[in-house]
């Protein structure tokens, strides 16, 4: 793998020099894409510190990939797709099950177990295993999906491709994102935490303690904890105005399951749901 990625980093170092249909540069670059398509790389990950680790060089490859494959035509049944990519295929091999109506792109990972309703999964993305990808819900390009998540229906998981070195999306284990939730430019759910219905997190909204009023993070909910959309005043030389913050209403013992009936009657009493 090593010199394979010594071999993406120098076609990228020269990426303005290369062609469409340039076969040796692409050999290189689908080896690169296929290690994500099979599940034995990632473009980002968890570190030993809790730190996202973004590996530059399989980002460069789906750029380049973009850059080096011509337009094609795809014929799927009564449908026609005109893109670079084709769609991902052998989901009964995988042990995924996907309902007519959703779609994956080559060059993503959905991990045995899954389920996908009519939804999207963009390339560079990562979905682990028993994780299921509600109806209208979208992964976006390069976002990281733990094991055992629910994105619920209408869920916009953002993509981040570009720059190579901007932190994707990451929802991590357990975690459950309610319906019509917004998690975009590399904001971050943790492990077990849930995402109350319709709320929008990225790194500019402020994710609030509900006990203390203090501020806890920027686009970051912690492991184990319900977080709802709540606003909050601010004055301006206009005029006061309400902006959007998270608020974090309850911590959870790290490992425990959501009890749904308990979790669903929590949100509703906060004005929220899944």
Known sequence: MADLSADIEELWARRAELVPGDAEALA??????????????????????????????????????FRLRRIETVELGPFEFADRLPLKRGWAAAGVRVVPGASARWGSYVAPGCVLMPSYVNI???????????????????????????????????????PPNAVPVVVEDDAMIGSRAMVTEGARVGRGAVLGAGTILNPSIPVLDAQTGEELS??????????????????????????????????LPPGERHDKAQLESLLRDHGAGL
């Open 28 to 65: 290189s670059v689908e080896a690169a894409v296929g290690l994500l398509d099979r599940g034995e790389a990632r473009v980002a990950e968890v570190g030993a510190e809790g730190e996202v680790v973004v590996h530059e060089w399989l980002k460069q490859a789906i750029l380049l990939l």
């Open 124 to 162: 560079g993305a990562y979905v682990g295993h028993d994780s299921m990808v509600d109806t209208w819900a979208t992964v976006g390009s390069c976002a990281q999906i733990g094991a055992r998540v629910h994105l619920s229906g209408g869920v916009g998981i953002g993509g981040v491709l570009e």
């Open 218 to 251: 920027r686009g970051v909910v912690p492991a184990w904890s319900v977080a709802v959309a709540a606003s909050r005043r601010r004055s301006f030389p206009g005029g006061e105005f309400f902006l959007p913050c998270v608020l974090v209403i309850k911590r």
